[in-house]
């Protein structure tokens, strides 16, 4: 990854935290488009992003979205790391057209409806809901692409997502997954395995700071990709959720579940088996 192109994206959305007013020189963003970094604003309807996703399925295999997870471990490369969950993801979306449902509305201090939004009813009745609107006009990219290489990607389940993160990673090259890796997520396992029946997700995101070189945002980033490919799987996905919710696919899991022996033989068992 080209280092100056990185630190012109970066430093569009990101000084200590979120910058207030984003901006990119027209010279620094030409250098950084042409090393594969920023893009231009995308637009694109619900119709034509999922036939896109599903082209992409056809030529990425299960098994580069594997060595990329794995690979990740050790490189702190995210972006590698996110694509196994879009991959997941975009194996639930069926074919379909938009199908226009309420999916949510304001009211004013005299109950009337002052503004009504809407989604895909398909993708919202997928598993975890899969947030799709009918038409996607001047996405920023590179804020996409921002949250995928310092975090993982943090929009996983929305369908401009999956797109732009299975386009970018069918482009990777992945290396094979060293000795290093492994280590590092079999003792991940171990992490699981040994947690306390009563463990929300936030305890195990404390407990993986010993065994993996993260920040506390890059392991909440970590679990939630663990969970949306079902290697965190919840015996039941009616439980009480705590603290600020901030959880989406890993809300319902507890220590009691450890990991998913099925899921975690699906995706990982040519490297731990």
């Avoid at 935290?17 to 604003?41: I, N, Q």
């Avoid at 809901?129 to 929009?155: A, C, S, T």
């Avoid at 989406?248 to 009691?256: D, K, L, N």
Wanted: net charge neutral; with cysteine; proline share 4%.
């Amino acid at each position: 990854m080209d280092k100056k192109a990185k630190n012109i994206l970066f430093k569009t959305y990101w000084k200590n935290g979120w910058v207030s007013r984003v901006y990119t020189d027209p010279d620094d963003f030409d250098y950084a488009k042409s090393k594969g970094l920023m893009f231009d604003p995308l637009t694109i309807s619900h119709d034509q992003c999922l036939v896109l996703i599903h082209g992409l399925l056809s030529v990425i295999s299960i098994d580069k979205v594997v060595k990329a997870f794995l690979s990740s471990l050790s490189t702190r490369r995210l972006d590698w790391r996110s694509g196994i969950a879009s991959y997941f993801i975009a194996q639930q979306l069926p074919p379909h057209i938009y199908t226009k449902v309420i999916s949510g509305q304001s009211y004013d201090n005299t109950g009337k409806v002052t503004h009504t939004s809407y989604t895909c009813g398909i993708c919202r009745d997928l598993k975890y809901g899969i947030i799709g609107d009918e038409f996607y006009k001047h996405i920023d990219l590179n804020v996409l692409n921002f949250e995928r290489i310092k975090w993982g990607g943090v929009r996983h389940g929305h369908l401009e997502y999956t797109f732009f993160d299975l386009q970018q990673f069918q482009l990777a090259e992945i290396p094979e997954p060293t000795a290093e890796d492994i280590t590092i997520f079999r003792s991940m396992l171990e992490i699981i395995e040994s947690s306390q029946p009563a463990d929300y997700p936030g305890a195990l995101e404390k407990k993986l700071a010993s065994v993996i070189a993260s920040t506390k945002d890059e392991r909440k980033v970590l679990i939630e990709i663990l969970a949306c490919i079902d290697i965190l799987k919840p015996a039941s996905y009616n439980r009480p959720s705590r603290g600020k919710g901030d959880w989406i696919f890993a809300e319902s899991w507890r220590g009691e579940d450890k990991y998913d022996k099925a899921s975690l033989e699906k995706y990982f068992g040519g490297y731990i088996g």
